[in-house]
Nanobody, 122 residues
Framework: VQLQASGGGMVQAGGSLRLSCAASGRTFSHYAVGWFRQAPGKEREFVAAISWSGSDTITADSVKGRFAISRDNVKNTVYLNMNSLKPEDTAVYYC????????????????WGQGTQVTVSS
């Protein structure tokens, strides 16, 4: 499964964006999906993940209460709704799949595609 993230852009602090993650060529409804981000000069870090059914989600403490992950298996898409954006949220955002339950470890994910740039200005 190869995933593609989209929906990034440039917003002011306090603004909102919704990112989308879609699979190319096949369904990923049987996989957990995670969002990660990578800022310049930093390692890729976990943001949020969702189970294949959408019933279980986990979120990084740094974005809890501001970001929400959801999925629509009919549309074969996973979303990341980002509110109250801060300059420190500036990064390239990636999505990937994982077998089993949602996980925080990047090493359990695969199917990385090109990310989408999110830039938050102060």
């Amino acid at each position: 499964v190869q995933l593609q993230a989209s929906g990034g852009g440039m917003v002011q602090a306090g603004g909102s964006l919704r990112l989308s993650c879609a699979a190319s060529g096949r369904t990923f409804s049987h996989y957990a999906v995670g969002w990660f981000r990578q800022a310049p000069g930093k390692e890729r870090e976990f943001v949020a993940a969702i189970s294949w059914s959408g019933s279980d989600t986990i979120t990084a403490d740094s974005v809890k209460g501001r970001f929400a992950i959801s999925r629509d298996n009919v549309k074969n898409t996973v979303y990341l709704n980002m509110n109250s954006l801060k300059p420190e949220d500036t990064a390239v955002y990636y999505c990937a799949v994982s077998s089993g339950s949602p996980q925080r470890s990047i090493y359990l994910y695969y199917g990385w595609g090109q990310g989408t740039q999110v830039t938050v200005s102060s």
